[in-house]
């Protein structure tokens, strides 16, 4: 009878007894963790004696442990394993959530705790992560609007109710309308191109679906569909491509045109209230860049060489194809022109990056050579799913370090991209060791047929494999700085830097084996990547540019700038900053941006080639010092992965690289000079 979430887990490291949890156990949880925690903050405020670090931050830390605990787990099978149950509940539970959350943040009597404690802090004697979690309270919660009379924080509390709403209303009808938009195709010709993997792949898909015989090509989450690079028939791509870009914006029970301009109208109103120009300058506050001037500057000066670029790459793309191309042909013909130019032919490379072996001997092995931690797989701890896989991590003197949980595989149930997210974060008040997870959606194979990556999923595993260390190394006291609970403009970073050893010599020749003949992958394949490591870059960066700029141009809206027309307003942003070419697509429309309108990274969508900065001269330190050494390892994980955000993360990006950040290696690197 008893709730499993009631009780701290006493499985291995702390990983939830999935097995116990079934639907009925979440929402009790979520309503007893969250009155815990209003109860366990009461305490702290009708503490008569005055604040002191002792009576209101340490307890303050330790709170809501019960809902922390039923979150993690809700939040991650919502993401990785959702069903219509879980949705329902996510929809009704979230303002609730945010309802609480509020309670807290715009607690009064806390909030002067906090104040009071924030303006002492020099005289309090407290070691350097004490003092910075009184920084980051205070700053957090004056920026929430903790500092508001009663009336205007009950308006507040009103808007951060009605986005909760609206945003998890986007999120659920983009997961529909993108399931309901895969293209079915009957007939196998039609997909000319592919790769026996991956037609089977969509065979597969289809049969989940009830139809046998048939092949399922499911959308991803960027407007770009990986198969466009191969596919031959003009027709096919074109559909795939109108059904990528017609996500959400289709008319009927699904279309998020409406959540779009509510989403964006409340965050500017809430901006305003709290006494900022606009959602954007809001959030930015809080973040290493500090004003969306200062992002803009930055966006808009990359903007022009990379649409100039673009434009270079697109003659020759025309030239190769003898017609004027579209945005559905771009990426079939620059893999044509990358294999004439620069003879890298991606489709031949994937027999050699089978998925174990990217996995065992790259992603593991470059994390072996660099910080000396093993990997034994342990199939005794059951995950969430049972295609989980679950790994403990050890370290050089047999210490543990903490469990890595691999999540591979697409399926209707998983929402798109690749992510990392915790089970448990690791904390010494709380004692908590550490257990992250890898999701990525690499479409599932016919049984006893291997996992063949493409290029870009090879890259988005090391990627995703960054964030997993950083929550695996960082060693902090406070629950609140564990792992990648860092600024969203700067998380990024180590996940960034990890994707190097991707291409290191030393890393793929370990990996990236023929998975029939057992034959390394040819030495001139690297040779020649690193010879084409611009080609294209002019695409690339105006696509993302393009979405990053939307979501500032959505986000710097003031509360009396009225939207109506989506498409009109999402046309005109592109065009003022020179990124509409329609060859060149934006990464995600504002019906499908789920980043920006749900994802967490609502003017946050910058922090990519933001945190890109500090990756290409961290990169370039990597280089200048030896490359894939335990020292350069050790110095990497002590000052910056192991620090987590339990301090000032451009200090510690300081302590590591000797000085700030230097621009130059990323326009080197994207050919924007
Ligand atoms: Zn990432």
């Known amino acids: 009878m008893t709730n499993p979430f009631s009780t701290p887990s006493s499985l291995p490291f702390g990983m939830p007894p999935f097995a116990d949890i079934t639907d009925e156990h979440y929402r009790p949880a979520f309503e007893r963790g969250m009155a815990e925690q209003l109860a366990e903050v009461e305490a702290i405020t009708s503490n008569p004696d005055g604040p002191t670090f002792e009576n209101t931050m340490i307890p303050l830390e330790t709170s809501g442990q019960l809902l922390d605990r039923v979150a993690t787990v809700f939040f991650n099978k919502v993401s990785a394993d959702g069903n219509d149950f879980t949705a329902e509940l996510e929809e009704e539970i979230a303002p609730l959530l945010a309802a609480h959350a509020d309670a807290i943040r715009l ?30 309270y205070f700053a957090e919660y004056t920026i929430a609007g903790a500092g508001l009379d009663e009336s205007q924080k009950e308006l507040l509390r009103g808007y951060n109710q009605k986005l909760s709403t609206a945003t998890t209303r986007f999120e659920k009808r983009l997961l529909a309308d993108t399931n309901d938009l895969a293209l079915v195709i009957d007939d196998v010709r039609e997909l000319d191109g592919l790769e026996p993997g991956e037609l089977s792949a969509a065979a597969e898909a289809a049969k989940e679906r009830g139809l046998d015989g048939k092949y399922l090509v499911t959308l991803v989450l960027p407007t770009g569909h990986p198969w466009l690079a191969s596919l031959t028939n003009r027709d096919v791509r074109a559909r795939i491509m109108a059904a990528s870009r017609a996500r959400g914006a289709r008319g009927g029970d699904w279309d998020t045109s409406e959540l779009v301009l509510e989403i964006t109208r409340l965050r500017a109103e809430r901006a305003r209230l709290l006494g900022f120009d606009s959602h954007a300058a809001w959030v930015i506050a809080d973040e290493t860049a500090k004003t969306p001037q ?60 089978e998925a174990e072996r990217v996995l065992q001997d790259g992603v593991f092995y470059a994390a072996t050579k660099l910080y000396g931690v093993t990997f034994t797989e342990r199939a005794d701890i059951a995950a969430y799913h049972p295609d989980v896989r679950v790994f403990e991590v050890t370290d050089e003197d047999g210490t543990a370090v903490g469990l890595y949980t691999l999540d591979l595989y697409t399926r209707d149930s998983k929402r798109g991209g690749a992510w990392m997210n915790s089970l448990i974060s690791q904390s010494r008040l709380l004692g908590h060791p550490v257990i992250v997870t890898n999701n990525l959606n690499v479409p599932k194979p016919a049984s006893g047929e291997p996992t ?28 609140r700085f564990a792992g990648t609970n860092t600024f969203r403009d700067f998380v990024e970073f180590p996940s960034q830097v990890n994707e190097m050893w991707m291409l ?27 010879a084409s490591a611009q080609f294209n870059e002019g695409f690339a960066t105006s696509e993302y540019l393009a979405a990053a700029l939307l979501d500032q141009a959505w986000h710097t809206l003031t509360a009396d700038d009225i939207v109506t027309d989506v498409a009109a307003f999402e046309a005109g942003a592109l065009a003022r900053v020179g990124l509409n070419n329609p060859a060149v697509p934006t990464r995600y429309s504002s019906t499908y941006f789920q980043h920006t309108f749900s994802g967490g990274y609502d003017a946050g969508y910058y922090s990519y080639i933001w945190s890109e900065v500090l990756d290409a001269d961290t990169v370039e330190w990597f280089k200048a010092n030896g490359g894939l050494t335990r020292g350069n390892g050790d110095r990497f994980r002590r000052l910056l992965l192991g620090v987590g955000g339990s301090k000032d993360p451009l200090e510690a990006f300081r302590d590591f690289r000797g000085r700030d950040a230097e621009i130059q290696p990323l326009l080197d690197r994207r050919g924007l000079n």
């Open 107 to 136: 607690n009064s009597a806390l909030y002067s705790r906090i104040k009071e404690l924030h303006s002492s802090l020099a005289t309090l004697g407290l070691d350097a992560e004490s003092s910075y979690l009184i920084e980051r």
């Open 294 to 353: 200062r992002v803009a500057a930055m966006l808009d000066k990359l903007a022009v060489p990379a649409a100039r670029n673009a434009l270079k790459e697109q003659a020759a793309l025309q030239a190769q194809a003898g017609f004027a191309i579209e945005a559905h042909d771009w990426s079939f013909y620059s893999e044509k022109v990358r294999q004439a130019t620069y003879e890298v032919d991606e489709v031949a490379m994937r027999p050699y990056f």
């Open 452 to 479: 063949l990556l493409t290029y870009d999923e090879v890259n988005t595993f090391f990627h995703e494999f960054g964030h997993a260390l950083h929550g695996l190394f960082a060693r902090v006291t406070y629950p």
């Open 504 to 530: 290191w010599p030393e890393v793929i020749e370990n990996y990236a084996v023929h998975y029939e003949t057992g034959e390394r992958m040819p030495a001139e394949f690297v040779q020649k990547i690193q």
